[in-house]
């Protein structure tokens, strides 16, 4: 290595992985997958577009990592939550998960975000490659729904696999709402669990 490359290597490690993932993932969060270039993320963290190669091998490879840890990010979060609460029944449980999978989304992870955001619009061989470890969330899930039927808590004929992606898509779409300021996170969850669990409509209506 030459004396000229030095400081420049220097300089590049300066710019760490972590800072690159984190400022990427806002633009994701923030403008989407086809919209976000290499251009636009190397002015993000402060270096030339061609630099970001010392870290990762295109675009491709860094959203990857992203949406990789997205789905992880929130899976830790839930399950902390859940083993928190191990002797919660099962309908609390729910609402648990409910509420934290909603505050991962909304305070806690760009990562989450953008895996909501820009999962459909990945090429498909990064969606293959998602695939296990989203399924491995949607285990979660599963089981979730899985303790609440088998406790007798879900009405007769109600398929949980459908639930299941009724409740990932009322949660995930949340990320397109205005919120309205004066709600909690909580507020929505306590609302989302009325809809789905009791019901909106009056008794006898």
Not at 35 to 42: P, Q, V
Not at 101 to 120: G, M, V
Request: hydrophobic share 40%.
């Amino acid at each position: 290595m030459s004396q000229t490359d030095a400081p420049r290597k220097a300089r590049l490690r300066d710019v760490s992985r972590r800072t690159i993932l984190d400022r990427t993932a806002r633009l994701l969060v923030e403008r989407g997958y086809s919209s976000t270039s290499l251009r636009e993320i190397a002015k993000a963290v402060g270096m030339k577009a061609g630099s970001l190669y010392y870290h990762f091998d295109n675009k491709e490879s860094l959203v990857e990592e992203i949406l990789t840890e997205g789905v992880v990010h929130v899976q830790e979060s839930v399950g902390a939550a859940l083993d928190a609460a191990r002797d919660a029944g099962p309908m609390e449980r729910l609402r648990i998960a409910m509420e934290c999978h909603l505050r991962t989304l909304h305070e806690q992870s760009d990562y989450a975000s953008a895996h909501i955001r820009c999962f459909a619009h990945v090429p498909p061989e990064i969606r293959h490659r998602l695939r296990k470890v989203r399924e491995e969330y949607d285990g979660v899930w599963v089981q979730l729904l899985k303790d609440a039927e088998d406790a007798g808590s879900l009405a007769e004929g109600i398929d949980p696999h459908f639930l299941r992606m009724a409740l990932f898509g009322l949660l995930n779409w949340t990320l397109e709402w205005r919120l309205p300021p004066d709600r909690s996170l909580e507020d929505m969850t306590n609302q989302f669990y009325r809809i789905v669990f009791e019901g909106a409509a009056r008794d006898g209506s």
